[in-house]
C-alpha cells in the first residue's frame, strides 16, 4: 500500500484515517466494546451489593427522619457487615476490568498498528507482519497497572495533605499535595506514554516488551523536537474538541422548559459520544503520526555528497596520441 502523500507526521496522521477510514471503525469497536461492559459489571456489582443488604424496621424509621445524626447511625449500622464484603467485591471487579481492558487493547491495537505500519512502509516488499499478541498483552498490563499505581499515589498524597491539615501543619499538607500529587502525575504521564509508544515497535521491528520500550526510548529522544510538536499540535485540537463538545453537551439543558427531561438525557449522551468519537479519531491520528516518525527516524534522508566527475577511460587497444614534433 503506497503511503499517504502529505508534508509532515502531523498531516500524515490525518491522511491516513482518510486513506483508510475502516481504521476508526476498529477503534471505535474495541474502546466502546470495553466502554459498555464495564459499565455492565458495575451496574450488575452495585445490584448484587444492594441487594444483599440487609434493612431493618428501625434502620428505615431512623432513614425516614431525616436527620443527619439518625441518618449517620442508620447508615452505619447497615453498612456494618458488608464493608469487607464490599471491598473485595470492588477488588475483583477492578482486576477484572484491568485484564478485559489489556486483552481489548491488545486485539485493538495490533490491529490498527499492523495497519498503519503497512500503509506507512517504504518498503517495495514489505514482509508479513505478526500480530504480536504476547509482548503488546505484557505492555498494556504493565500500562494499566502503572495508571493505578500513579492514581493510588495521587490519592495518598492528597489523604495525607488533609490530615496534616487537620493537624494545623498547613506546610506540610500543601507538600504533600502538591508536591506528591504532581510528582505521581508526571511520572505517570511519562511512563504511560512510553507504555503506549512501545506496541509501534512490537509490531514494526517484531521485538518483546522490554525492546520495544528501549527503542521507543531511543526513538524519543532522538526525534524529541518532532515529537514535540506533533504533541503540542494534537493536545491544542483535543482541547478545542473538548471545549467545544461541553458547549454543546450544555445546550441542550435551555429547552428543559420546551422538552421532556428523558429527550434532554438522550440528546445530551447523543453529544457525548460524538465527543468520545474525536477523542479517539484525534488519539488515532496521533498514533498514525507516530508511525510516520518512526519511519522517517528508520531511513534518514541522505544529503547528496558532490563527486568529482572522473575522465574517461580510454577504450582498450587504442593507440596512443601523439603530439606532433
Known sequence: MPKPVAHSPFQDGFAALWHEPA????????RWCFGLSAWILVIVSAALFLDGLKISPRDEFLLGTLQPQLLVGAVRHIFHDTLTRFALEQTALLFGLMLLWSLAATAGRAATLRRLVAMFSGDEEPEVMRWEFEPILVLSLLRVMWSVIALSAMLIAVVAGVIMANRQHFLVAMSFVAFGTGLACIFGVMLNWYFGLAPLFC???RVGATGALAQSSDFSFRQASRLFG?????????????????????????????IAHGWISLIMAIIALVYFAGADLLYLARLGAYVSLAEDDSHPAETPEQTVPAEPLAPPNAAPTMEPA
Open 230 to 258: 506533533v504533541g503540542v499540535g494534537f493536545l491544542t485540537l483535543r482541547v478545542v474538541w473538548a471545549g467545544t463538545m461541553f458547549s454543546a453537551v450544555l445546550a441542550p439543558l435551555q429547552l428543559v422548559h420546551h
Open 203 to 205: 509490531i514494526r521491528n
Open 23 to 30: 481504521l476508526l471503525a476498529v477503534e471505535l469497536t474495541w
